[in-house]
């Protein structure tokens, strides 16, 4: 693999603080004071100016993607942000993933940005998503209900949801998704968990799960002749699905940069498996601020190292949602075996896209579906 500076996506980790207090989630979080670290205003706008700068070689669209902890903790910063990305010629998407708990109305109207897209957390029906998101320190408040409130109060039309697909939590999520595209949101970023082991029965399940909601996708597109809502996981499988046929790994190429909320730049986003004091000395490849760039070199040492170890375990040819170079990163850091993380993360990813793909190849001469999967993605794999 040859060094190359194109990248599509700047990934900011604005925060390393949250309200909430969820067993599955992967990310440290800071508890003390001391602990915590949050990205200035300085290291995201130099960041900024290097991503939409004509050193990054990108032929349509970037985007800036903020996640934390928990972004609206620091909703300055994001509106500092959203206030500034309109000035260069071809502003960027500006996506933002909150767990909703803290989101208002005045809210959207303070990100005022013509390409915002905001994704709140809301995983399936109230019983199963309260199993794995909770408030801390606040025992017995449901977060379903917070967040179903909070969004009773929203313009829908500006709104999407993030779902993730858990062994407990299956039961009453296709409802759960049915009922927020009905109410008027138009893009639900579905996706597994894919952190945490999956017993044998419950990735069964899932793969149940995935074919009854192909189905219910496919019903409602024919019968309504639209799509009834955007969905990433349909585009997971199309990318996946069409790189496994071409005989190619989609993931040799990595298009995201890394900035962390101690204003260092990473060379993977393996990195989010570890508190900062564990990773900023030794796998931190450059300051943001002024606008200077990540050490290029180091950042494809490493992938170039993580793309050979990946081609020794021999799977080139598996299903993957999540890049398996973040698998690298992560079983280095935690002296894991990197070889039964990536089988369990090709286990989790063939039983969650396999039946989406095939519902991508059976709609694939729809015309609603093939504009808003197959043409548009087919145009972004020629630019690159």
Known sequence: MTGRRHVDCLWVLCNNTCNLDCPNCYTPKARRPEEVRRLSWGDLKGAIDHFMGPQISCPYRRTITVFGGEPLMDLPLVERAAA???????????????????????????????????????????????????FWRRAGESVHDKVTAVLDALPLEQVAIHAVVYPGNMDGMLEAID??????????????????????????????????????????????????????????????????????????????????????????????????????????IGRARGGRGPDWQARQRYLDEAVQELGRLGVEDEWFVVCPIMYCKAARLMGSDLSAIVRTAAEISEAFLAPLGRLALDCARHPAFKRRYLDEKLDAWKAR
Request: hydrophobic share 35%; with cysteine.
């Open 84 to 134: 500034y990305l309109p000035r260069f010629d071809k502003p960027p998407v500006l996506e933002v993933y909150t767990n909703g708990t803290l989101l208002r109305p005045a809210h959207l109207k303070r990100l005022r940005y013509d390409h915002l897209q905001l994704y709140v957390s809301l995983d399936g029906a109230r019983e199963g998503n309260d199993r794995y998101r909770r």
């Open 179 to 284: 009922g927020w595209a009905r109410r008027g949101i138009r893009t639900i970023d579905l996706v597994a968990d894919f952190a945490n082991p999956w017993p044998a029965p419950a990735l069964k399940r899932l793969e149940r799960f995935s074919r009854e909601f192909a189905r219910y996708y496919a019903e409602r597109l024919i019968n309504e002749g639209r799509v009834p809502f955007g969905c990433c996981a349909i585009d997971h499988a199309v990318r996946s699905g069409s790189a496994l046929l071409r005989g190619e790994a989609w993931w040799r190429h990595c298009d995201q940069l890394v900035l962390g909320a101690d204003g260092n730049y990473y060379d993977c986003e393996g990195i989010l498996y570890m508190p900062y004091p564990r990773v900023g000395g030794r796998h931190g």
